[in-house]
């Protein structure tokens, strides 16, 4: 049976270590600080790279979508080697990634590039590509996959954490660059933002996570049976210690076997509080 290569952008909260693993495929997002500073994310930068600019420059990039040739040019090598392409997008109404992907997509004969909608943020997004990547390992064909992750979608579940402590207001442009991503605060899903102030410092090595945390902790995961303790993901963008805290109290306190904890670009969508926290677990009514 033909193989089917999982791709996603740059923003799905992918640890480089299980991208690695399962030869995942990543379309780059750019990465905009001014005209002359425009960056392909993962291949001229990478994300701990540009969280030294921001701290050191006090400005937040502009971030900008895979434009539809980016991806058909990522694509052709597995098609022309006999693969079907399965890309996975974050929510269209967040990134004007799906409709490039559908645009690269029609570059190919019908039915071998295989666009899914994720209608997550970007740590859902990682759920489920992750979904995918296991489906995939399969054999299993595209369009069955496809129905899978809708099935899954529906138990999936994403908090996002916000710190109230403003670090810049200077918002990166795109300048002229087209297919602009918009802010998470502007996607109308099932996700959740609680906006709470996290207490902890970048200048403060032992800075601490807070009741904004143990908020979550208590309202997301409070009842452990329903939740798939299989695996969680926390995604963070410049909160690496409430990221650690998190993780390790989803261990202790929840019983989770795995938390992958990975870095993100995607809390520069919220300009003026770039760090952030993501976390994203599946209900265990989604279990088979």
């Known amino acids: 049976m033909t193989k089917v290569k999982i791709f996603t952008d740059s923003l799905s909260d992918l640890p480089p270590t299980v991208i690695e693993q399962y030869e995942i495929g990543i379309a780059p997002v750019y990465v905009v600080f001014s005209n002359e500073l425009i960056f392909r994310h993962t291949v001229d930068i990478t994300t701990e790279e540009i969280y030294t600019y921001v701290r050191e420059k006090g400005t937040i990039p502009g971030i900008a979508a895979p434009t539809s040739h980016d991806l058909s040019t990522l694509f052709a090598p597995c098609i022309a080697a006999g693969d079907n392409?399965?890309?996975?997008?974050?929510?269209?109404?967040?990134?004007?990634?799906?409709?490039?992907?559908?645009?690269?997509?029609?570059?190919?004969?019908?039915?071998?590039?295989?666009?899914?909608?994720?209608?997550?943020?970007?740590?859902?997004?990682?759920?489920?590509?992750?979904?995918?990547?296991?489906?995939?390992?399969?054999?299993?064909?595209?369009?069955?996959?496809?129905?899978e992750l809708h099935h899954s979608r529906t138990n999936l579940e994403e908090e996002m954490l916000l710190d109230k402590l403003n670090f810049v207001n200077q918002g990166g442009n795109v300048y002229g660059l087209h297919n602009r991503i918009k802010s998470p605060l502007n996607l109308k899903s099932p996700a959740t933002v609680r906006s709470g102030r996290m207490h902890f410092s970048m200048n403060e090595p032992q800075g601490g996570a807070t009741k904004a945390l143990d908020k979550m902790l208590h309202n997301a995961f409070d009842n452990k049976d329903e939740i798939d303790q299989k695996l969680v993901l926390i995604s963070q963008t410049m909160a690496e210690q409430p990221a650690e805290y998190l993780r390790e109290a989803l261990i202790k306190k929840v019983g989770c076997d795995e938390v992958l904890v990975t870095s993100s670009i995607s809390g520069f969508l919220s300009r003026t509080s770039p760090r952030s926290l993501g976390v994203s677990y599946y209900r265990r009514a989604d279990q088979d």
Request: proline letters at 5%; charged letters at 15%.
């Open 85 to 147: 392409v399965l890309f996975i997008s974050m929510a269209s109404g967040l990134s004007p990634t799906y409709k490039n992907a559908v645009a690269a997509a029609q570059q190919f004969p019908e039915g071998r590039v295989t666009v899914i909608d994720s209608s997550s943020i970007s740590s859902g997004t990682a759920m489920m590509v992750l979904r995918a990547v296991a489906a995939a390992r399969k054999r299993r064909h595209p369009a069955t996959i496809t129905k």
